[in-house]
């Protein structure tokens, strides 16, 4: 779908380049969040997937085409593929909701049917139905950003490039914009996020792409906002094989007593089992060989004789340390990621 390889963007005037040898690949259907301080080349990357810069050296592949053999004259009808949403909404001020969507349909020639069709569905898509009539300035930061996005789905795009889209939004509304883009991924739609919203990127545990000054420094499939791979799993870890070390437990306790009982002259238990003829001598214990008469300072030393592992009464430390799922609270269930929802399940317009 998407693919960088060694890739490496130069500005003019500037010393150090926006990326080097940026290598990564963006699959079909996956949601990916590009973080990374201010100026660590996350707005480069997307502008050069939508083709309004070409790479310095290495390759932007998007949609099995080459950008920087793509001729001018049809970066028009490549952009088509690609929804783009931006941090400052970019609407036309003196139109309204409808023309605003509208617009870009008009600008590819799209019949008049297909807009009157396409446009009041993606609209009830993203929840501003009944909205059509309204000019951006009587809609509300949230709703703004929601026509943009509808704006940007209405072509029915196979990726969407989100910059920031929830920067200019107070916390409540940018919940409500993850959440469409989520139900946006789930319906097919591959969307590429840059953000620094740590608290999104650490609660949906999606693929994460971090830059550091131009430079990608960590590709992780089920990542946070930092790197976390070096802290410790505050998970409870289970041991396996516990029947099998409490058995052992119990076969050296045996063990221990008949060796102490030997070794002291005290008579053991009987276990309950068929007698032995009375010519048969009894089974000696294992690794203790004591007389019949010892001496108190003899018993003493057949005790200290005793292998270690006789008297050992605690349990060995067998156990494997397993991964273990911890159910996502709070935020996730807000985004509405707790669980699957077939009535969740939808996308654009199709």
Do not use: W
């Amino acid at each position: 779908m998407i693919r960088f390889e060694n890739v490496t963007k130069r500005f003019r005037g500037t010393a150090k380049p926006a990326l080097s040898n940026v290598d990564f690949e963006v699959l079909r259907g996956e949601f990916v969040f590009l973080v990374g301080a201010s100026g660590s080349g996350k707005s480069s990357c997307l502008r050069l997937i939508l083709r309004e810069e070409v790479p310095t050296e290495g390759r932007v592949v998007v949609l099995g085409r080459d950008l920087r053999t793509l001729p001018n004259r049809k970066i028009p009808y490549f952009r088509r593929h690609i929804g783009a949403v931006f941090q400052d909404f970019r609407l036309l001020p003196d139109k309204t909701v409808f023309q605003n969507v509208a617009f870009t349909l008009q600008v590819i020639g799209s019949s008049r049917g297909f807009v009157k069709q396409a446009v009041p569905e993606v609209l009830a898509l993203v929840g501003l139905d009944g909205k059509e009539k309204r000019l951006p300035h009587e809609l509300s930061g949230g709703e703004q950003q929601r026509v943009a996005i509808a704006r940007a789905l209405v072509n029915r795009p196979q990726v969407l490039l989100a910059d920031e889209p929830t920067g200019n939004l107070d916390p409540a509304t940018s919940v409500d914009i993850m959440q469409l883009l989520a139900r946006i991924n789930a319906g097919g739609t591959t969307v590429v996020m840059a953000t620094h919203e740590k608290g999104f990127v650490d609660q949906m545990q999606r693929r994460v792409i971090e830059l550091r000054e131009g430079e990608l420094i960590r590709d992780e499939r089920h990542g946070g906002y930092g790197d976390t791979s070096g802290l410790p799993s505050l998970a409870p870890q289970p041991q396996r094989g516990a029947a099998a070390v409490a058995a052992l437990t119990a076969v050296l306790e045996v063990q221990r007593e008949a060796a102490l009982a030997a070794a002291s002259g005290r008579p053991q238990a009987e276990p309950e089992v068929d007698e032995a003829p009375e010519d048969e001598p009894a089974e000696a214990v294992p690794e203790v060989e004591v007389e019949p008469e010892a001496s108190d300072a003899e018993a003493s030393d057949a005790e200290a004789a005793v292998p270690v592992t006789a008297k050992t009464t605690q349990p060995i430390p067998i156990a494997d340390l397993a991964e273990v799922d911890v159910e996502e609270l709070g935020l996730a269930d807000r985004l509405g990621l707790g669980g699957a929802d077939a009535d969740d399940e939808v996308g654009p317009t199709s």
